[in-house]
Structure formats: structure tokens, C-alpha cells
């Protein structure tokens, strides 16, 4: 699947724009608070139907208007062509058509488009807390399966109110539970541990398919062989969510909240045998963080039979020069969408450049 025409109205800072990506390589070049970032973050919208840089909705409407369009020509592999059209509205509810027709829910939308995007922001996956790890899990099981979305909405849903309950509980302050309170929790943990137990697995079987991967890009990119180490073992998988809740069961009433579960989870990343969080290097991290999304991009290539989008946000500003050689002169197979302030390395082969300047494309090439 590939993006072949992007356009753009009244998206951030774009009034009017229309980019005709190739199905190769295709670099964007501009100065820095161009638009760089904004296309980025319009492409991987139509995948996620979020900003990657966790902006609000309105954030991403144009200042001085009401809504914004993100309008692109998809073409499938099997060669059928969709057109796809998001209107994103400052206030009040979006809506997406697919072929001009309305979709019922917006999240239908999901799976339609794939896209990988690595940012400078994806440093915070190896340097931030276990949330951001959670996170990179949990956006690369989506990618793989969209049904992920759905379930990590309900399991969300599902800890807000087992929350709420123990809240509750916790005023109660009884030693003893209310027995109304008490046979609500034990329904909610039925259903939070049938749900949990599903998603761990999955989380489980995403990281030990991906390990040997992240390996393999990180050494590419580094040029030496760092043992790369992932591991997802929560504890309370041993015995699955059912009797860990049970276990923590005194707990989460005394402190009101879900003490266990995947919402807790923690995915340690170690290199050269060390923590990735505190003991890498800032390039290390910066590598790790690549070869992290290289190779979700490359698992989601191999399981869906088909290479999502690859955009690469303002990479150059992110590699020294051995790295962002290693990395643009063997790009994965795909479309590859480059944003850069720098004319790219030699190595890199665009296939088409486009110049843009203050959210307007530059004519000329
Ligand atoms: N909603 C918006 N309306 C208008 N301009 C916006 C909006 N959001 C961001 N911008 C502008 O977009 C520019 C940043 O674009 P960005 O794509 O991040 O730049 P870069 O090319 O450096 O990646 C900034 O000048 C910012 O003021
Ligand atoms: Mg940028």
C-alpha cells in the first residue's frame, strides 16, 4: 500500500498544499518551523487517527479556521485505489470518508492506511518512563492487528472503573469490604483478567518476535554487534491477571487504584547488559529508539505481506554520519517518506525531493 497524493487544507500551518509522493523514495526538504514535522504527523494521522506528537485535535486545525482536511489517495497493492478524506474540526466531532463515502465510526478508518513513523520525539521510548514503553508495545500491536485498538479502549475503560470502585471501597474503610462492593469488584476482575490475560499475551509474542530484529537494525545502524536485550515478564503473567488481582486485592482497596496489570507493565530494554533507560549514551538511546521502530516496521512488513509507510521525521538531526549512511543507504523495501533540513548523504537515493517553505511547496523540481 502506498500514499501516492497528500493533500493538505488547513492542517497546522498548511492552507493549501498537495504532495505527490512517489512510491519509493521521497525526500522533503526545508528549514527548520517549515512543515516538516506537520506532514509527518498528517500522514501518520491517517494510520492512527492521533498526532504522534500527542497534540490535541484542535491543535492540528489550522489557527484562524474551523477545520482542516487531510485528503489521500491510498493505491493497494492489488492496484484498486482508495480516497480517503479526514475533516478534523476544532469543535465537535471529526469525520472520515473513504471513497466519499461516510465512514459510521472514525475508527473504522484504522487499518486502512499504515504508517511507521521514527521522530527525535521516539527517543523518549528507551529514555522515558515505562508509560512511553507501554506505549511503543501497544501502537506496533495496533499496527499488526487493529483489533489491538479496541481491546486497549476496552481494557482503559475497564481499569477507569474497577478504579473508580476501589475508590469507592476506600471510602467505605471498613476492614471488611462491602459485600455489594465486594461482588462488583470480583465481576470487574473477571473481566479485566480475561482481557489482560489476552492482551499480555500478545505484548509477550510482539517482543520476543521483535528482539531479534531490533538486534539485527541496531547493529546495522551502529556498525558493532551491542547485545540488545528485551524483556516483558511481568510477574503477574505467571499466574495470569485472575489471582494476582486477588493477591492485590487488600492493596488496590487501600490505595484506591489497580496496583497490577498490563496498565503497569514495564518492557526493560538493556544494551551491552545495561538499562537503555539510564545507562545508554544519548546516540545509543537515539539508535535504540530507531531500531525499535524498524523493526515494528519490519514485523508489521512480514505479517501483513506488505510494507507500511516509512517516514523518517528530520533523521538527519538524529544520526552522525556513519549511522544515517548505514540507514539511507539500505532503506527497507517500501515507500519511504524523508523529511530533512540538510540535503540527504550521497548514499540515500530519492526518487523524488520536494522543497517546502512556510506550508507551501516550492516550485522547481
Ligand atoms: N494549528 C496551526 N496553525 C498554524 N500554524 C501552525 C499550527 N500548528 C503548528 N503551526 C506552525 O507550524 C510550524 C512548525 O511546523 P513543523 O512541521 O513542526 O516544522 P519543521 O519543518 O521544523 O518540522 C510552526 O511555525 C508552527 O507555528
Ligand atoms: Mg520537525
Same mark, same amino acid.
Given at each position: 500500500?502506498?500514499?501516492?497524493? =497528500?493533500? =493538505?487544507?488547513? !492542517?497546522?500551518?498548511?492552507?493549501?498544499?498537495?504532495?505527490?509522493?512517489?512510491?519509493?523514495?521521497?525526500?522533503?526538504?526545508?528549514?527548520?518551523?517549515?512543515?516538516?514535522?506537520?506532514?509527518?504527523?498528517? =500522514?501518520?494521522?491517517?494510520?492512527?487517527?492521533?498526532?504522534?506528537?500527542?497534540?490535541? #485535535?484542535?491543535?492540528?486545525?489550522?489557527?484562524?479556521?474551523?477545520?482542516?482536511?487531510?485528503?489521500?489517495?491510498?493505491?493497494?497493492?492489488? #492496484?484498486?485505489?482508495?480516497?480517503?478524506?479526514?475533516?478534523?474540526?476544532?469543535?465537535? +466531532?471529526?469525520?472520515?470518508?473513504?471513497?466519499?463515502?461516510?465512514?459510521?465510526?472514525?475508527?473504522?478508518?484504522?487499518?486502512?492506511?499504515?504508517?511507521?513513523? !521514527?521522530?527525535?520525539?521516539?527517543?523518549?521510548?528507551?529514555?522515558? #518512563?515505562?508509560?512511553?514503553? +507501554?506505549?511503543?508495545?501497544d501502537d506496533t500491536l495496533v499496527t499488526l492487528a487493529t483489533k489491538y485498538d479496541a481491546i486497549r479502549l476496552e481494557m482503559d475503560r475497564i481499569v477507569k472503573q474497577r478504579n473508580t470502585l476501589l475508590k469507592q471501597a476506600q471510602k467505605a474503610g471498613h476492614r471488611e469490604l462491602p459485600t455489594d462492593i465486594e461482588v462488583t469488584l470480583d465481576v470487574w476482575d473477571a473481566k479485566f483478567s480475561e482481557i489482560a490475560d489476552q492482551f499480555g499475551y500478545a505484548r509477550a509474542t510482539l517482543v520476543s518476535r521483535i528482539a531479534p530484529m531490533v538486534q539485527e537494525a541496531y547493529e546495522h545502524l551502529a556498525g558493532v554487534a551491542s547485545p540488545i536485550e528485551l524483556r516483558y515478564e511481568p510477574e503477574w503473567r505467571r499466574t495470569g491477571l485472575k489471582a494476582a488481582l486477588t493477591a492485590a486485592r487488600g492493596d488496590d482497596v487501600r490505595r484506591g487504584v489497580s496496583t497490577v496489570g498490563p496498565h503497569r507493565d514495564e518492557l526493560d530494554v538493556t544494551i551491552n547488559g545495561l538499562p537503555?533507560?539510564?545507562?545508554?549514551?544519548?546516540?545509543?538511546?537515539?539508535?535504540?529508539?530507531?531500531?525499535?521502530?524498524?523493526?515494528?516496521?519490519?514485523?508489521?512488513?512480514? +505479517?501483513?505481506?506488505?510494507?507500511?509507510?516509512?517516514? =523518517?521525521?528530520?533523521?538527519?538531526?538524529?544520526?552522525?554520519?556513519?549511522?544515517?549512511?548505514?540507514?539511507?543507504g539500505h532503506l527497507p523495501d517500501g515507500q519511504v517518506v524523508i523529511t530533512t533540513a540538510s540535503e540527504l548523504p550521497p548514499a540515500a537515493r530519492a526518487d523524488r525531493i520536494i522543497r517546502i517553505a512556510a506550508g507551501t511547496i516550492v516550485p522547481g523540481d
Open positions: 500500500m502506498i500514499v501516492s497524493r =497528500l493533500e =493538505l487544507i488547513d !492542517f497546522r500551518n498548511y492552507s493549501e498544499a498537495s504532495f505527490d509522493l512517489t512510491e519509493g523514495t521521497t525526500v522533503v526538504l526545508g528549514d527548520n518551523g517549515q512543515g516538516k514535522t506537520n506532514l509527518a504527523e498528517a =500522514l501518520a494521522y491517517l494510520a492512527t487517527l492521533t498526532s504522534f506528537r500527542g497534540a490535541p #485535535g484542535d491543535a492540528l486545525v489550522r489557527v484562524g479556521t474551523d477545520q482542516g482536511i487531510i485528503r489521500a489517495t491510498v493505491r493497494h497493492d492489488d #492496484g484498486r485505489e482508495s480516497l480517503i478524506e479526514a475533516e478534523l474540526r476544532a469543535v465537535g +466531532r471529526n469525520r472520515v470518508q473513504v471513497n466519499r463515502q461516510k465512514l459510521q465510526r472514525v475508527r473504522d478508518l484504522l487499518g486502512t492506511v499504515r504508517v511507521t513513523v !521514527f521522530s527525535p520525539d521516539d527517543l523518549i521510548i528507551v529514555k522515558g #518512563g515505562p508509560g512511553e514503553r +507501554r506505549r511503543f508495545m537503555g533507560r539510564t545507562h545508554a549514551s544519548q546516540g545509543e538511546q537515539r539508535t535504540l529508539a530507531l531500531a525499535l521502530r524498524l523493526a515494528g516496521h519490519r514485523l508489521a512488513t512480514e +505479517r501483513i505481506g506488505s510494507a507500511p509507510v516509512l517516514v =523518517l521525521d528530520d533523521v538527519l538531526s538524529e544520526l552522525d554520519d556513519g549511522r544515517a549512511r548505514a540507514l539511507l
